[in-house]
């Protein structure tokens, strides 16, 4: 039997249409090879997530999100309010290099590094299959409902396997089958690298089951995060027996697994967390696994339905291949259209199943790697960097119709609120709410690292506070901006007219830099040529101060809030220093034209107001939306690019200045280098490996696709913007425009053929078509702002 008649066998009922489309399915005919957490198929809840290899003696990798190494820790540097004005005065006197050495030995704390990510540790299943004896196999991940699976032939029997995470019910379930009664034999056991504190298997009527119970190593005087997890297991006709920390399963023919992990991050004592995981685990049980899997599916499917990508049919039938062979396929073209999209709807599975609402308990959002990860000290930490990465995370969150994902976020910055407030006061001698440029679980918000080109930058909750603005703008919630946005607002903007200072005739951030590049110190200030990277007044935050107050400006006004706050940002808002243009034309990235050591610096800091923001926009100063393509060009001819996700950011910045070709080619870019041929997870290295996952390049890759194809930063809904002339044909229905539009757009030949846009707040529609060619709404010409109703579509066709 060939692979694709196996796929289509081992699938059920309900996919046999869809089995084969290269747009759906992430598939491969071997297994991975653990512990490399970059083969694995990756399923999640939004809290817990699981990684299949699907190997003859199965590992799959466990993560909770909460599961991190350790507890708080107060890291606020014990001199930095003595030292910023001394700081300030040797950068302002030129004493450029003295200044970035005293910043560095004197304000970020002793203590470089917050907590870390981590993970749970495996649920091992043995079933005595040696990979090689395997025939006919197929692995899959389907990207609408979430689901992995496994299927493969030993001795004429069909083995199959299928692994859920359940949202509504908070647990992963697995189904295990034998197309021969009982010939399942399993040897199931529980594995971490260190850390276990007990690891037990028990049989019981009705109660068959591992548990283990993990610490984050330290002392329980010093409160660690410790966990509890268990897999109950449920068999028509096996039979179960305990050795020693093993559970053995014997002549099964089907065999399903309910498993749960809860943490003292959300429960304070064992006895509650193991109530609530037994709770979860019990609940799933009895309902069953078909019951199960049907909630988890019509969940995942009420999310990822809501938009729908056709690029057109790929060549060659190049989208009938295994996953592995179309990567390799595309390390010289990007013409398999439908991979494009497989990515483009892996991204948007990712997303969903990383970060959902925990409701009744504080929910975490997606860090570096989502949920999944194999260590336990995950690469970089597995962090909430907040200087780009984190914040990449949630660009497809609107523009795709996935708002609530990024709820978790906002549970983030409120638990670093509380620990930014602190610090704002004991570090700066200020009010408000100061973050730098990472946070971990506990919302620690000090320097971290000590690393010149990037520890020294108190804008993070700036940044962050740009998604809070964003999630009104594509929901209308004033409820979301009253209690949760517009406070926010109010006490970073506070925190900036504290710390800032007069310079040259504006407010200005200093001690601070340009995440992450160096510039070379001039031949008139010391040390002349030394790179360095700590100064004042770096574009990029003067671009973040700017959007904040704007935001808390605009956030009253929709309120009706008129109070000190809001006059006070009325008056600092003029005393931001503008954006300044350099000798070549380009948005200068410091407050000099300093020489820049990383002309192609990966980091695009400087065109922050490009994408995301959108001071930079074309559509809202030409003047300004020239020089950023100046800086961006500069930027790219220099090799930028030169990771995953910086070079999703630049697929993102070239749809911004309405370049389709060139956007595509960012595109065809990284699919020449940063994809991983076995799951396609974004990485930091080239296409040999070793790869190192970080997840926000998949995120990236998702928003540059949708930023071709609509734009609506500007206060315009803008359509298909930068269509690239690769896509000559094509659809995509769901997408959301700011101000609450749904999009279904329709092309052909490079030309809008119509698009559908319906109201969901009723507000005013501005329309903007391709490079500004005229459009009718509902068959009358298009002449400017179109109030609309609520529930009531509006047909755009070309004139």
């Not at 010093?222 to 399963?249: C, H, Q, Y």
């Not at 603005?469 to 919630?477: A, P, S």
């Amino acid at each position: 039997m060939s692979c694709r008649a196996l796929l289509l066998l081992s699938l059920a009922c309900a996919h046999v249409n869809a089995a084969l489309d290269g747009s759906r399915y992430m598939w491969f005919t071997q297994p991975g090879r653990w512990p490399t957490l970059e083969e694995g198929m990756p399923i999640g809840n939004g809290r817990i997530g699981a990684t299949i290899y699907g190997g003859g003696a199965e590992v799959v990798g466990i993560n909770e999100n909460s599961i991190w190494t350790g507890p708080f820790q107060d890291r606020t540097p014990l001199n930095a309010t003595e030292i910023e004005p001394v700081v300030r005065e040797l950068l302002l006197n030129g004493n450029i290099t003295e200044g970035n050495v005293l910043t560095m030995a004197q304000m970020i704390p002793i203590n470089n590094s917050p907590r870390a990510y981590s993970y749970f540790g495996n649920v091992n299943l043995d079933f005595g299959h040696p990979d090689v004896d395997m025939s006919n196999y197929v692995r899959w991940l389907d990207t609408k409902e979430g689901i992995a699976g496994v299927s493969y032939s030993i001795n004429g029997v069909n083995y199959t396997r299928e692994y859920v995470a359940s949202y509504p019910q908070g647990v992963l379930v697995a189904r295990f089958k034998a197309s021969r009664r009982g010939a399942l034999n399993i040897n199931a056991t529980m594995t971490r690298i260190k850390d276990i504190k007990s690891l037990s298997a028990n049989v019981a009527k009705g109660n068959n089951t591992l548990t283990l119970i993990g610490t984050s190593g330290q002392s329980e005087s010093e409160d660690p995060i410790e966990w509890t997890g268990e897999a109950r297991f449920k068999s028509d006709t096996g039979m179960f027996n305990v050795s020693g920390s093993s559970l053995l399963i014997h002549n099964a023919t089907t065999l399903e697994m309910y498993f749960d992990v809860e943490t003292n991050f959300r429960y304070s004592s064992r006895d509650a967390r193991e109530k609530e995981m037994r709770k979860k685990i019990n609940n799933a049980y009895t309902l069953g696994y078909d019951a199960v899997r049907a909630a988890a599916v019509a969940d995942t499917k009420s999310l990822l339905d809501r938009v729908t990508l056709d690029l057109g049919t790929s060549p060659n039938r190049w989208a009938s291949l295994p996953t592995d062979q179309r990567i390799s396929i595309a390390r010289n073209t990007s013409a398999d259209v439908q991979l494009t999209v497989l990515v483009f709807n892996f991204g948007r599975h990712l997303l969903v199943a990383s970060s959902r609402n925990t409701d009744n308990v504080t929910s975490l959002p997606a860090n570096l790697q989502g949920i999944w990860n194999n260590s336990t000290s995950a690469p970089w930490g597995g962090k909430y960097t907040i200087n780009i990465n984190i914040e990449m995370n949630y660009w497809p969150a609107g523009p795709t119709n996935l708002i609530e994902t990024q709820e978790p976020l906002f549970d983030l910055m409120a638990f670093a609120d509380v620990r930014g407030q602190s610090l704002a006061k004991r570090m700066y001698g200020c009010p408000g709410t100061v973050f730098h440029h990472n946070l971990d679980l506990w919302g620690d918000p000090a320097p971290t690292d000590n690393y010149t080109a990037s520890t020294m930058w108190p804008m993070g909750a700036a940044w962050l506070a740009w998604h809070m603005m964003d999630h009104y703008r594509f929901t209308g919630d004033t409820t979301f901006l009253r209690e949760v946005a517009y406070p926010f607002f109010v006490k970073v903007a506070a925190f900036y007219e504290c710390y800032t200072f007069p310079y040259q005739g504006y407010q200005v951030t200093g001690p601070s830099l340009s995440p992450e590049n160096n510039f070379y110190v001039p031949a008139d200030e010391t040390v002349a040529g030394a790179a360095q990277s700590v100064d004042v007044a770096p574009a990029m935050d003067n671009q973040l101060m700017t959007e904040v107050f704007r935001s808390l400006l605009d956030a009253a006004s929709i309120l009706g809030i008129n109070g000190t706050a809001v006059q006070t940002a009325k008056a600092f808002l003029p005393l931001i220093q503008p954006p300044l243009i350099g000798s070549l034309g380009q948005i200068l990235e410091w407050r000099k034209e300093y020489k820049e050591k990383a002309i192609g610096q990966k980091h695009l800091s400087p065109l922050w107001a490009l994408m995301p923001g959108r001071q930079f926009s074309p559509l809202l100063n030409s003047t300004l939306g020239t020089a950023a393509e100046v800086l961006l060009d500069r930027r790219v001819s220099h090799g930028s690019g030169t990771t995953g996700w910086s070079r999703t950011w630049l697929i993102n910045q070239y749809a911004r200045v309405f370049r389709g070709d060139d956007a595509w080619e960012q595109l065809t870019q990284w699919f020449a280098v940063y994809p991983t041929p076995y799951n396609l997870y974004n990485t930091n290295e080239g296409p040999v490996g070793p790869y190192q996952f970080q997840i926000d390049g998949n995120f990236g890759f998702v928003s540059g696709v949708t930023e071709m194809l609509l734009q609506s930063h500007a206060g315009i809904t803008h359509l298909l913007p930068a269509l690239p002339s690769a896509l000559p044909k094509g659809s995509v229905t769901g997408l959301v425009a700011r101000g609450n539009f749904i999009v279904d757009i329709q092309w052909e030949a490079g030309k809008l053929v119509h698009a559908n846009i319906t109201s969901r707040a009723g507000g005013e529609l501005q329309l903007r078509c391709m490079n500004g060619s005229s459009v009718a709404i509902n068959g009358q010409g298009y002449t400017g702002p179109v109030r609309t109703k609520v529930g009531e579509t509006y047909v755009v066709t070309p004139v």
